[in-house]
Each structure stands twice: as C-alpha cells, then as structure tokens.
Nanobody
Framework: QVQLVEFGGGLVQAGGSLRLSCIVS????????MAWYRQAPGKQRELVAR???????YYVDSVKGRFIISRDNLQSSVYLEMNNLKPEDTAVYYC?????????WGWGLGTQVTVSS
C-alpha cells in the first residue's frame, strides 16, 4: 500500500511562512501531476496547487502569488512553500497524485497548518 507522509505544518502568525514536505513511498516519476490539497474545518477538501512532470504549475486563486509547489522525483517528494500566510489558510494539508479521475492513492494523515491573526 502506498504511503504518503506530509510534514512541516505548525502554528504561525499571519504573514509568516511555512514549507510543507510530502514523501511518497513509491516512485513518482510516472505520476504526471502531483498536488497539494487542504481541508479546513467544516469544509470540503480542495485542490490548492498541482505540478506536472514538466514543471507546469496550477494554483487556486486564493493562494496565487503566495504559495509555490515543487517536486523532486528522485526523492519521491513534493513541497509547498507558503508565504504571507493568512488565517483562512488554516487547514490540514495533504499531498497526492492527480489523475484524470481524481486522486491517485489513498490519503495520508496530512499536516496541520494553523495561522493566527
């Protein structure tokens, strides 16, 4: 069973920064899109950012200009650099592959990000 381990979250003041990391237990070379998602309390999980093997990136409007997604296929890892954090960024953040039918694997435990005002 594929395991995804997300870490790097924490409590930060508004305007602060965090860098999230995700390690996948299998090779991600063949996974065209890797993505970060988040789920805030009482809300549905949403796609935050995705990156292709070719390096093309997509961001949801609410994080454009503040978040940067990257990947390292050799390390089977995906990263999310988050800057100028806002209280509305508070959520549990998850990584996963993204295919034409949705996520590639089961979910990991995620990493909690809490932004205080």
């Amino acid at each position: 069973q594929v395991q995804l381990v997300e870490f790097g979250g924490g409590l930060v003041q508004a305007g602060g920064s965090l860098r999230l990391s995700c390690i996948v237990s299998v090779s991600i070379f063949s996974i065209n899109y890797m993505a970060w998602y988040r789920q805030a309390p009482g809300k549905q999980r949403e796609l935050v950012a995705r990156i292709s093997n070719g390096g093309s990136r997509y961001y949801v409007d609410s994080v454009k200009g503040r978040f940067i997604i990257s990947r390292d296929n050799l390390q089977s890892s995906v990263y999310l650099e988050m800057n100028n954090l806002k209280p509305e960024d508070t959520a549990v953040y998850y990584c996963n592959g993204l295919g034409p039918h949705g996520r590639t694997w089961g979910w990991g435990l995620g990493t909690q990000v809490t932004v205080s005002s």
